[in-house]
């Protein structure tokens, strides 16, 4: 097995475990989110954390598959797919890293009507 199948299979399944432990976790996963976690006590009752659990659980799932594909793909077609797998993997999360904390949390913000 070549590195690069490693590398993938290894990130796919690190990536899996992640999304079955905010699975398992449900609401209370919330607190592994990092940004959320420094928050105060008070402050993270505002937000809805299934939900937030539920989005970070999905992308650690898609970022599974992303990984999974790049592995299948750098076994059987060529080692330059896993190179490409990252490339994918690392676009899609650049797409959900933000360092503000209200475009990271807002949408989460519980609604107070």
């Known amino acids: 097995m070549d ?4 590398a993938c299979a290894v990130s796919c399944l690190l990536f ?5 432990i905010f699975t398992a976790l449900k609401g209370k996963a919330a607190i592994l989110i990092s940004g959320f ?35 299948l793909l750098s076994y059987f077609v060529s080692k330059y797919m896993a190179i490409a797998a990252f490339g994918v993997w690392f676009l899609v999360f650049l ?4 360092l503000d904390e209200e475009k990271a949390f807002g949408k989460y913000r519980k609604s107070t009507s």
Do not use: C
Not at 3 to 6: L, N, Q, R
Not at 16 to 20: D, E, H, I, K, P
């Open 3 to 6: 590195k690069e199948v490693f």
């Open 16 to 20: 899996f475990l992640a999304a079955l």
């Open 37 to 71: 976690n420094t928050l105060p006590k008070q402050e993270r009752a505002l937000y809805d954390q299934e939900r937030m659990s539920q989005d970070q659980r999905n992308a650690f799932f898609l970022w599974s598959v992303i990984m999974g594909i790049g592995a």
């Open 95 to 98: 797409k959900d890293v933000h």
